[in-house]
């Protein structure tokens, strides 16, 4: 383009000679063309620049620095903040659940603000935590920005994680993931239900589609439309009243250790519940994470919804074993959709 602008104005020079000032108007030809060689050779060398090796590097540092700039930095903060290749900026987090608790639901409303960028439950796969090795390579992997799943988001990330459920390997390894936390600056997310029996009844539920599956015969742990919801909804699963108490006990004192064992990594605690009754958890967790406030949305549709008492089927004998007990209140309506 450049080119035939500079020819096309020559060649006007040309076919229009002037009669008076020749001298000049040569002079005033020669530095145009001087002008428009030096504009050309300039273009041409940043288009061989862009092709070099370094141009993903090049195109991050332009792309970064206005992400960088638009936050403030409290010398506090300093541990939190990270500039690993080149120079971006950025804020590690996990966010640490257990299976039913409303982690995926969480995690694409985190999804769905530009800045956040959560790559999902990487070590759902067995091999990534056989060992901390391969737990510390997963990990650096994540929080060096180079893995690309359909879940993450490279542009102006702000802040990057994952999902990692207390069963895959977090509680064996604590102490040197806890470590690795604290020297990589990574925050914990705790997202926990507050109603371990409703969990318990997805947990239930979730299993027999797995056998079952009712839709189309194709499993599914979460949903996009009530129609969806309601068919899987239908299922009403029967709780073992001899291991109700012992397993509500058994889940309840995961949590607790887990809490325990992380409480010296920066962190927040959440509940499935809070969130759903108040969506202004959803700006605590934003500030948390230092990103701008937005509104997060998801497309995920709750699969059960209203009195839990119409989701067990043997209600009459789970409320027996409950009553009097430290988890009687789990009977109650906890949240109204
Ligand atoms: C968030 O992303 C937007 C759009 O890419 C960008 O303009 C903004 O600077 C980013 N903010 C942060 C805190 O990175
Ligand atoms: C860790 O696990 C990986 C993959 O299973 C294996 O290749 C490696 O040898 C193990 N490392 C140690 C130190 O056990
Ligand atoms: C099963 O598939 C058919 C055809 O693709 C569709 O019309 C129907 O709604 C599906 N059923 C469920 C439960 O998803
Ligand atoms: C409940 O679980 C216990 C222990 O696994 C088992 O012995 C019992 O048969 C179960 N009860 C029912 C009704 O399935
Ligand atoms: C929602 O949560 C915020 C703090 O996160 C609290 O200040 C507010 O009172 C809560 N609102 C309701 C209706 O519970």
Redo the contacts with the bound molecule.
Sequence with gaps: MADDLCFFTKESFIIKPPKKNPLVLKMAVLIFVMVCGIYVCSTRIKRIGGQSSFSTLNIQVI?KK??????DIQPSEKPYLHFPKPKT?DRYFAILSTQRSGSGWFETLLNSH??ISSNGEIFSVKVRRSNISTIVETLDRIYNLDWFTSASKN????AVGLKWMLNQGLMQHHEEIVEYFKTKGVSAIFLFRRNLLRRMVSILANSYDQNAKPLNGTHKSHVHSTHEAEILAKYKPTINTTLLIPNLKQVEDLVTKSMQYFKSTRHIILYYEDIINNHTKLLEVQEFL???QRDLNSRQVKIHKGALSSQVENWEDVKKTLKKTRYESFLQEDYKL
């Design positions: 792309e206005p992400c960088e700039a638009a936050i900026f530009i800045n542009e102006c990330t702000a230092k990103v701008p």
